[in-house]
């Protein structure tokens, strides 16, 4: 169905609903500090969504594809430890991530450290650290997979309930004509009769007019649907 928006409110609607969902899909360098407040090098995400949200699908990726269970090192340290990631090294490692609020989202900041005060940077297991970064870009790409369908799966659920509800109207306003047909097929001119077709004329009034609101409202859900199929292949194309 194409989107058609009869009135400005609707248009903006969607405008404020596609611009606040508007993934961030960059990894940075970024030094951080852990829960000893040791500075250490970081390949950081900045994610839209809050911190609790954030450290749900982190909880979910290295569960995923690690098996891992993490541990939470504080409010805002989550740790996979002693995790073997065949993509970064041969070795068993500490691998914490930092989660920061800040404005709009949460930053997330993965550390990489090989043993016990021995953390991967530029200067000390520099090959795990540049490897770190596509790490990182992995599980972006995890955490907006997972946000995107789940928005997606509730639209749809939407579309589909106020669909079903056109097609009830549908049925009550077939209904109510061909009783009104019987009715005056059966001369139905006495009070009683006409008060009766009176009040399903008002019934499939109603029920037309709720249907004309859902189906303004599907143009919305369906623009808004687009919009997140869109942002799931942008973060599909993300390496």
């Known amino acids: 169905m194409k989107a058609i928006f009869p009135y400005p409110g609707i248009l903006c609607l969607v405008l404020f ?10 990894v940075e360098e970024r ?11 970081s390949w950081t995400a900045r994610l839209d969504q809050d911190m609790d949200y954030c450290m749900e699908t982190y909880e979910g990726f290295i569960k995923e594809f690690f098996n891992t269970k993490v541990s939470k090192r504080g ?21 914490p991530a930092i989660f920061y609020v800040e404005t709009g989202g949460t930053s997330v900041s993965f550390t990489f450290s090989p043993g016990y005060d021995i953390h991967a940077g530029k200067e ?3 090959d795990e650290f540049i490897r770190g970064e596509q790490f990182v870009k992995n599980f972006v790409r995890y955490h907006y997979k997972v946000f995107y369908n789940e928005r997606i799966k509730s639209i749809q659920a939407k579309i589909d309930s106020k669909q079903k509800d056109i097609e009830s109207n549908d049925k009550k306003i077939e209904r109510n004509n061909k009783a ?11 009070t009683k009769s006409k008060a009766k077709s009176d ?41």
């Open 17 to 26: 609903t596609t611009s606040a969902f508007a993934q961030q899909l960059f």
């Open 31 to 41: 030094a951080v500090k852990n829960e000893e407040s040791i500075s250490l090098q």
């Open 75 to 95: 409010k805002a340290i989550l740790v996979a430890e002693k995790t073997l990631f065949p993509e970064l090294s041969e070795l068993r490692l500490d691998q």
């Open 124 to 126: 000390t297991y520099q």
């Open 180 to 190: 009104i047909a019987d009715i005056n097929t059966a001369g139905g001119e006495d």
């Open 199 to 239: 009040k399903m004329k008002r019934e499939i009034d109603a029920y037309s007019t709720d249907s004309n609101t859902k189906r303004d409202e599907i143009s919305v859900l369906e623009s808004e649907l687009e919009f997140n199929n869109v942002s799931l292949r942008k973060v599909d194309a993300f390496k």
